[in-house]
């Protein structure tokens, strides 16, 4: 999985997969799912994420939580 926080378009994006995107879908206002062909869920972007998500700058990765 790959993190990728844009300042500029204050979107974090969380890609879970490398495929390309057949679909895209905004789940919730702001939330936008991004799908596979075969419907696998291939990536997550927030919007105006600084205002969304705690600290979109970081990253912490928890293991067998």
Do not use: Q
């Not at 995107?21 to 696998?40: F, M, N, R």
């Not at 997550?44 to 912490?60: G, I, N, Q």
């Amino acid at each position: 999985m790959k993190a990728r926080y844009d300042e500029a378009t204050d979107t974090l994006t969380l890609i879970l997969r490398d495929a390309p995107v057949a679909e895209s879908d905004e789940d919730k206002p702001g939330v936008i799912l991004d799908y596979a062909e075969d419907g696998s869920l291939v990536s997550l972007e927030v919007l105006d994420a600084s205002k969304r998500v705690e600290e979109p700058r970081a990253v912490t990765v928890v293991a067998g939580a």
